[in-house]
């Protein structure tokens, strides 16, 4: 299993983050549902405990903490938007 850490920061662009997530989440269901364990773990980490992307409208909770952080396999860092 591979371990995917998916960075939610402050001012990223919305639709980035949980469109990643769905991407390894679906890829994960398909191969359980074809009887072959999951692939990946993904995880949502982030500096601060809650992370609002692109404005205060959508908020975003990290699975864990940077600071909390072991080793992963691949470390995505979405599209982000300078302020």
């Known amino acids: 299993m591979k371990t995917i850490y998916i960075l939610a920061l402050e001012h990223a662009v919305t639709q980035v983050i949980p469109a990643t997530q769905y991407c390894f989440s679906t890829v994960n269901l398909m191969a359980l549902q074809s009887g072959r364990p999951a692939p990946f773990q ?14 205060p409208n959508f908020l975003i909770k990290p699975d864990l903490l940077i600071k909390d952080a072991k080793k992963a396999d691949l470390i995505i860092i979405p599209l982000y938007l300078e302020i």
Do not use: D, H, N, Q
């Open 42 to 55: 993904v995880k949502l980490i982030g500096l601060k405990e809650t992370i609002e992307p692109s404005g």
